[in-house]
């Protein structure tokens, strides 16, 4: 089957010219370069909507040295150029774009779980490797053959019956990450599991033990980029997956709610860190400690997702009328915002959420206008007496009680004419 078309409809055009050239170049070298993965597959579908965000990441694989390939291009397009000589792979970084070019390769696995030991091989050696048959499929860029389908695994095939399928009973053992990539395909795309994929999934789910830490970081970060991330995680709930990663994990209904709420109020880049924050919102303390330590989380959004169940226990103090503005800040001013913001998505409680916002979008960004430099020229020393004066003054300005730069002169004038206690 010739794509040759399918590619000039699916590709930008600058991309296209980039691709083409550089198979040019690997081909003074007797080198072939080829498309593969999810690219193939995904223009295959004809489905615009699943070029993923605004960035278009291209996967290339080299029969031939890809990062000396990967070189030549770099220095003569003057872009940013990452290579692994270990894996001989590359990545070219454009402004719209990145481009992965790996050299073909074999690749086994010293133990389940284990990052694989590579030697080069042929294209065919590199698409077994591979996670489904869907994403095992090559397109020749080379001009005497530019355009053909290489599919050896019938993935084509099962693109056209909507099936997702390993190419080997030891796919999921080998690298249980891709029981969490299958949900994620079977969602996104609405596919199924082809029936023997589908009794290894669910055998090897244990398998999930054997991943480490950071990559089951990296699958759930690629999971909260997913359009409607909560159908993966409900999937994964169903089927024990979560459960394995941490024992009081769930992904139950409320999970869809609140992820769908999230979208509503978020901008795409936020989004991520966000989820992170609803998906241990029903954890207790003990388990999200376990959560953490799991994933080897960065330090910010563990503080931040610690805070979202701290400051969750103490919504009811925020549940009250008629509290001035200066109580809420001195409520919340200690929690991270991303844990204002999961509580103001989370909180059943409509007052709770309404001062929530009004601390996130307003209260936190009000400053008084005199700074410690004019107190000091007004004779307030420096120290906790300045401390005090501004906390005074801050708090006064968040209730209304001064608007001017004047007003504040004002009150410092009457606080420090009042005889120290
Ligand atoms: N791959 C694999 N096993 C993995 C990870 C990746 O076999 N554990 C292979 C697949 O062939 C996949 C390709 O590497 O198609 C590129 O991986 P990635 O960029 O993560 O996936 P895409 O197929 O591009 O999918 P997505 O649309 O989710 O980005």
Same mark, same amino acid.
């Given at each position: 089957?010739n794509?040759a078309?399918h590619?000039?409809q699916?590709l ?6 980039l ?5 040019? /170049?690997?081909?003074?070298h007797?080198?072939?370069v ?5 690219? &193939? ?5 004809r489905? @615009?909507? *699943?070029?993923s965000?605004?960035?278009f990441? #291209?996967?290339m694989? &080299?029969e031939g040295?890809?990062v000396?390939l ?8 003057? &872009?940013?150029?990452?290579?692994h ?5 590359a ?28 030697t080069p091989?042929?294209?065919e050696d590199?698409l077994i490797?591979?996670d489904?048959?869907i =994403?095992a499929?090559?397109?020749s860029?080379a001009?005497n053959d ?10 084509r095939r099962?693109?056209?019956?909507? *099936?997702?399928? &390993?190419?080997h009973?030891?796919?999921f053992?080998d690298d249980a990450t %891709?029981?969490l ?8 795309l609405s596919?199924e599991f082809?029936a023997? !994929?589908?009794? *290894?999934?669910?055998?090897?789910i244990p398998?999930l ?7 089951? %970081? ?8 997913? =359009?409607?991330?909560?159908?993966v995680?409900?999937r994964?709930?169903?089927?024990g997956?979560l459960?394995r990663?941490t024992?009081s994990l ?10 769908d709420r999230?979208r509503?109020l978020k901008?795409p880049? /936020?989004? @991520?860190?966000?989820?992170?924050c ?9 388990d ?7 994933? =080897?989380?960065?330090?910010?959004l563990?503080r931040?997702?610690r805070?979202t169940l701290?400051l969750?226990a103490? $919504? ?13 800040y001195?409520? $919340?001013?200690?929690?991270?915002? #991303?844990?204002i ?5 989370? !909180? ?8 929530l /916002? ?9 400053r ?6 004019e107190?000091k ?6 120290? @906790?007496?300045m401390?005090?004066?501004l906390?005074?003054?801050h708090?006064?300005?968040l209730?209304?009680?001064v608007r001017t730069r004047a007003?504040?002169?004002?009150l410092?004038l009457?606080?420090s004419l009042?005889?120290e206690?």
């Amino acid at each position: 089957m010739n794509l040759a078309r399918h590619i000039e409809q699916y590709l930008p055009g600058k991309l296209l010219e980039l691709v083409k050239d550089i198979s040019g /170049q690997a081909a003074k070298h007797g080198e072939r370069v080829y498309l593969v993965g999810g690219v &193939v597959r995904d223009l295959l579908l004809r489905d @615009p909507s *699943l070029r993923s965000g605004p960035r278009f990441d #291209l996967d290339m694989v &080299v029969e031939g040295d890809a990062v000396k390939l990967a070189q030549q291009v770099a220095e003569a397009d003057q &872009v940013e150029l990452l290579a692994h000589h270990r894996f001989g792979t590359a990545k070219l970084r454009y402004d719209n774009f990145t481009l992965d070019l790996a050299t073909a390769r074999k690749e086994t696995y010293a133990r389940p779980g284990a990052l694989p030991a590579v030697t080069p091989g042929t294209l065919e050696d590199d698409l077994i490797r591979r996670d489904f048959s869907i =994403n095992a499929m090559a397109i020749s860029l080379a001009t005497n053959d530019y355009g053909e389908l290489i599919d050896p695994y019938h993935g084509r095939r099962d693109l056209e019956h909507r *099936l997702i399928r &390993v190419l080997h009973p030891r796919s999921f053992s080998d690298d249980a990450t %891709r029981i969490l990539r299958g949900v994620c395909y079977e969602q996104r795309l609405s596919f199924e599991f082809e029936a023997q !994929t589908a009794r *290894l999934l669910k055998r090897d789910i244990p398998m999930l033990d054997t991943i480490s830490g950071d990559r089951i %970081r990296h699958e759930l970060e690629h999971i909260f980029e997913e =359009n409607r991330p909560e159908l993966v995680i409900r999937r994964l709930g169903d089927l024990g997956a979560l459960h394995r990663i941490t024992p009081s994990l769930k992904g139950d209904g409320w999970i869809s709610e609140e992820f769908d709420r999230a979208r509503r109020l978020k901008k795409p880049a /936020q989004l @991520p860190s966000l989820y992170f924050c609803l998906l241990i919102y029903s954890l207790s303390e003990r388990d999200i400690e376990q959560f953490l330590a799991r994933l =080897n989380l960065p330090a910010k959004l563990s503080r931040a997702m610690r805070d979202t169940l701290r400051l969750k226990a103490s $919504l009811p103090l925020l549940d009250k009328p008629l509290l001035k503005p200066s109580e809420i800040y001195h409520l $919340l001013r200690e929690y991270e915002p #991303l844990a204002i913001q999961a509580n103001a998505i989370a !909180t059943q409680s409509p007052r709770v959420r309404r001062t929530l /916002q009004v601390f996130l979008t307003k209260l936190r960004y009000v400053r008084t206008a005199l700074n410690g430099e004019e107190l000091k020229k007004m004779g307030i020393s420096p120290g @906790p007496q300045m401390g005090k004066v501004l906390e005074v003054l801050h708090g006064a300005k968040l209730d209304g009680e001064v608007r001017t730069r004047a007003d504040e002169k004002q009150l410092v004038l009457s606080l420090s004419l009042r005889p120290e206690r």
